[in-house]
């Protein structure tokens, strides 16, 4: 009796597991219409700057904020707003975290990054690119952003998720935060990795 009720467990929980972990449609087309906001449990945006000649220096931003409007008939009229908390940056040492972000990007200052995409263009299949106005210590820069849509679908509990990645490379000189240029690195290489949940 025991046998028969576990085979029938194992049956049930595969098959929720088959649901709930369905390959995503990587097909931006099928991205349902609506807002959408950050999941950011799993969501980060480092950076990489080249320390002297030696090494690629990595930190990250620990608070950040971002959501869009998706309307499938017209996606290209999609609008991504991103807010970063400068003063979060995150090098792994906490000497360096209390004077690196003002030193490096004006965090005392400017406490607040901005992102406002003004174009989003599809390239083929699921990568494309993202243009907008960047705001950091205090100056507003256009920027493009490559993009990868990694696909949308039914996250575990029944809620519409999408993924993304985005990278590009800014000079903070360009921003008016060019202190330690060239000892540390004037090109800094921005790595996104984020997913969204619909409202």
Do not use: C
Not at 52 to 66: E, T
Not at 128 to 147: C, I, Q
Not at 189 to 197: C, K, N, Q, R, S
């Amino acid at each position: 009796m025991i046998r028969p009720i576990a085979s029938a467990l194992l049956v049930s929980l595969l098959a929720f597991t088959s649901v709930a972990f369905a390959a995503p449609d990587t097909n931006p087309a099928n991205l349902p219409a609506g807002n959408y906001v950050l999941d950011k449990t799993h969501a980060s945006i480092t950076a990489k700057v080249m320390h002297q000649g030696f090494s690629l220096y990595v930190f990250r931003f620990n608070k950040f904020d971002a959501g869009f409007g998706y309307d499938p008939k017209n996606p290209e009229a999609s609008k991504v707003q991103v807010t970063i908390d400068t003063q979060s940056m995150s090098t792994g040492w906490e000497k360096a975290d209390k004077q690196f972000p003002a030193e490096f990007i004006k965090a005392d200052k400017f406490p607040q990054a901005t992102f406002t995409s003004t174009s989003i263009k599809t390239t083929t299949g699921n990568k494309g690119t993202m243009s907008g106005n960047l705001t950091l210590a205090g100056v507003t820069k256009p920027v493009t952003l490559d993009v990868t849509f990694y696909g949308s679908g039914k996250g575990m509990m029944g809620e519409t998720r999408t993924g993304f990645a985005a990278t590009t490379t800014i000079k903070r000189s360009e921003f008016g935060a060019d202190r330690y240029v060239p000892m540390i690195g004037d090109d800094v290489a921005l790595e996104i990795e984020v997913e969204f949940t619909k409202k």
